[in-house]
Nanobody, 123 residues
Framework: QVQLVESGGGLVQAGGSLRLSCAAS????????VAWFRQAPGKEREFVGA????????LYADSVRGRFTIARDNAKNTLYLQMNNLKPEDTAVYYC????????????????WGQGTQVTVSS
């Protein structure tokens, strides 16, 4: 079992930055992929980015590439999502997820999810 807890969401103006954190209960994420997804009101949950914990390979959605960066802290078992140049369309609940899936973008491939953190970007 893996428990994930997100934090760091909030309200920010367009062009601003936020950093989300995802803390894990598991002692190590070795072999896992850990990812960020988001869900806006009335829309399906969508892939934002992912990182393979062991190798550090990353994959990003086209909509965030160049603005968002995923990083991990092995010692703290924590995943981060640095979000820069935020846009109103980035407004959503952001979730972290984990599983043994490679760099998957598919929601259904992840069994472990956090509760989500709200990000609101005002224009």
């Amino acid at each position: 079992q893996v428990q994930l807890v997100e934090s760091g969401g909030g309200l920010v103006q367009a062009g601003g930055s936020l950093r989300l954190s995802c803390a894990a209960s598991r002692r190590t994420f070795s072999g896992y992929t850990v990812a960020w997804f988001r869900q806006a009101p009335g829309k399906e949950r969508e892939f934002v980015g992912a990182i393979t914990w062991s190798g550090g390979s990353t994959l990003y959605a086209d909509s965030v590439r160049g603005r968002f960066t995923i990083a991990r802290d092995n010692a703290k078992n924590t995943l981060y999502l640095q979000m820069n140049n935020l846009k109103p369309e980035d407004t959503a609940v952001y979730y972290c997820a984990a599983d043994y899936v490679g760099l998957s973008t598919v929601v259904g491939n992840y069994d472990y999810w956090g509760q989500g953190t709200q990000v609101t970007v005002s224009s």
